[in-house]
């Protein structure tokens, strides 16, 4: 079951569970559609995958099932063109 966490990795913005501008690669990691598109150009900087759009849990669900509340940002945020680190 996907985390949906909580925030982007490059900036911290917030990202809620039903947020559309939430964008994450084949292992969860997450980054806001404005930093997935102008910074990372759809690439993930932790393991060069493709950015996507995350799928929303439905809000009845998302009372038994929770996103995650756990934060994790990259020090020193992201830096465009950058791939595996």
């Known amino acids: 079951m996907l985390q949906l966490r909580p ?13 559309p501008d939430a964008r ?7 980054f806001c559609a404005e930093c997935a598109e102008t910074r990372l150009h759809h ?4 393991c ?3 950015l996507l759009a995350r799928p929303r849990r439905l809000a009845e669900h998302l009372v038994r099932y929770p996103a995650t509340s756990m934060r994790v940002k990259k020090l020193g945020g992201c830096v465009a063109g950058v791939g595996v680190e």
């Open 7 to 19: 925030n982007c990795e490059c900036c911290d913005r917030d990202l809620p569970a039903d947020s």
């Open 48 to 50: 060069d995958g493709e």
């Open 43 to 46: 690439r993930c900087p932790n």
């Open 24 to 30: 994450i690669c084949s292992f969860e990691c997450t």
